[in-house]
């Protein structure tokens, strides 16, 4: 195997990770730049998109300033934050405004404008997804509708529009190419799902001119060359593109339909690998582009928790119950189970597949025997129940069985936990020592791109997995468990 380099980047909402990996898939170097976070009125969210293409270069360099390295032995790799958009002018090469965050709510009243139209069925028809703020469209259409002159240089075609990974696939080659790849492509509201091209209809609804937009390319393209402004005069090829949850998902390998993803963070992202065969996605879960590769392309249902992690640190800082949140592992140890009380942590509404925004949270079931044990096991067993609901609702709708659910983030180190939810799903819980897997994902795009691997198999024997939790609880036991929970749950989103 040659002594090649892939510098990844990962451009997330909160700053921008600059690593180096080599082809056995480790990473060897990291350097991370914060930026700004612009909230100029309350619900909206903006990004300077030039300040994170400066930092993009400037952490470049730092990563490699100690590095020997041959500009004929490296290559560059874009994971990143999704659907936040850029609009910007190609003569000029500058963004007409900041780049408005996934994060924003700017698009919302234009959002159900359009659902009050009836749109919602068409919308989620062609794009797989629900008519949201959250969702590119309506922030690009706000921008051309609101910054001078926007709409008039549109139609003459002097606006480019992208997200994060087409702003700087752009700036990276001096302005020659302008591309996206599926994933990213996706999460806009403007790509026809079944056809994996921009959708005329949808265009139209959200008044975006097609001359703004990138082409869009499987993950495993290389999407042009680079001299990352100068640090590599020959230019080096960006290879490996798509969405940082998309990144997650072929990080942990999850090649096969069946095969899913959770990451325990604030909240938790769950993303099922459904196969090649499109499927609408249960209510109040979308269907994305999983990602493309090797002439394949796999769908994927998705769905997002709002409270996990976020639970443990309320326990820890509102009600004072803990000082770390790993003490909840053998606070639930040293109880059976949590004698019929239910924690429903719907501190801000419930999401999916509930979908209830104006859900409060509950502790459901106490009596004058509820010890403090039985709350904290509570709250543990909340995470693997929400997690185990949205496995549950994708499975059954794509109607494959889950093979194995591939977990990272920091509440995965909790044993007890990662059981309940082995438990849950009835299916493996597999955990990794991938510190990055969404930029581990771009890497494996990289490669098979660059033709080093010739099959998912080859990637997947790369693959460093830490431990395994299987099923052990009789299933009679856990659907019980289950239907506890959803009666808990009905008592908060019924009353």
């Known amino acids: 195997m040659s002594n090649h380099t892939v510098i990844a980047i990962d451009q997330s909402t909160a700053g921008t990770k600059l690593m180096l990996f080599d082809e056995q898939l480790v990473m060897r170097r990291r350097v991370t730049l914060p930026h700004r976070q612009y909230y100029p009125r309350p619900g909206w969210v903006e990004h300077d998109a030039e300040e994170i293409y400066d930092n993009v270069l400037r952490g470049i360099r730092e990563l490699v300033r100690d590095e020997k390295l041959d500009a004929a032995r490296c290559s560059l790799a874009i994971t990143n934050q999704r659907e936040t958009v850029v ?17 924003c709510m700017r698009g919302a009243a234009y959002c159900d404008a359009l659902k009050a139209q009836g749109l919602a069925d068409t919308v989620r028809e062609r794009s797989g997804l629900l008519i949201d703020p959250y969702f590119s469209a309506s922030g690009a259409k706000w921008l051309l509708d609101n910054i001078p002159g926007a709409r008039e240089d549109a139609r003459a075609g002097r606006l480019l529009l992208g997200t994060m990974d087409s702003w700087l696939i752009w700036k990276l080659t001096d302005g020659r190419v302008h591309r996206t790849d599926v994933t990213n492509a996706s999460r806009t509201l403007l790509m026809n799902i079944h056809t994996r091209s921009w959708d005329e209809e949808l265009l139209r609804i959200f008044t975006i001119p097609a001359s703004m937009l990138p082409e869009i390319l499987p993950c495993d393209s290389v999407f042009g060359l680079t001299t990352i402004g100068g640090l ?9 593109v798509l969405g940082d949850s ?5 990080g942990q390998m999850c090649f096969e339909p069946g095969m899913g993803k959770a990451t325990y963070g604030t909240g938790s992202s769950v993303m099922v690998n459904i196969g090649e065969t499109f499927a609408a996605a249960p209510q109040g879960l979308v269907t994305s582009a999983g990602f493309s590769a090797l002439g394949r392309h796999f769908y994927a249902f998705e769905g997002n928790i709002h409270c996990t992690g976020a639970t443990l640190k309320w326990l820890q800082q509102q009600l004072r119950l803990i000082e770390d949140p790993a003490e909840t592992e053998a606070a639930a140890q040293r109880v059976p189970d949590t004698g019929g009380v239910y924690l429903v942590p719907a501190f801000a509404g419930l999401g999916a597949p509930w979908w209830d925004a104006g859900a409060r949270a509950a502790l459901v079931g106490m009596s004058l025997a509820t010890t403090r044990d039985h709350v904290l096991r509570a709250a543990l067993e909340s995470i693997a129940l929400q997690v185990g609901d949205l496995v549950s609702a994708m499975t059954r709708q794509a109607g494959v069985a889950l093979k194995e659910l591939r977990v990272d983030g920091g509440p995965t180190r909790n044993a007890t936990l990662m059981q309940m939810q082995a438990d849950l799903t009835g299916a493996p819980v597999t955990g990794s020592d991938i510190e990055e897997a969404s930029a581990l994902g771009a890497v494996v795009m990289n490669v098979l791109a660059r033709g080093v691997y010739g099959s ?6 790369l693959r460093r997995s830490s431990w395994t939790r299987t099923p052990g609880r009789d299933r009679a036991e856990v659907d019980a468990w289950i239907a506890g929970w959803h009666a808990a749950v009905r008592q908060v989103i019924n009353r």
């Not at 609009?87 to 994060?103: M, T």
């Open 87 to 103: 609009v910007w002018n190609r003569e000029s090469g500058r963004p007409i405004a900041n780049a408005v965050v996934w994060q």
């Open 232 to 240: 590599f005069p020959e230019g080096i090829p960006i290879a490996g």
């Open 246 to 250: 998309h990144g997650a998902l072929a």
């Open 456 to 461: 998912f198999d080859q990637v997947a024997a």
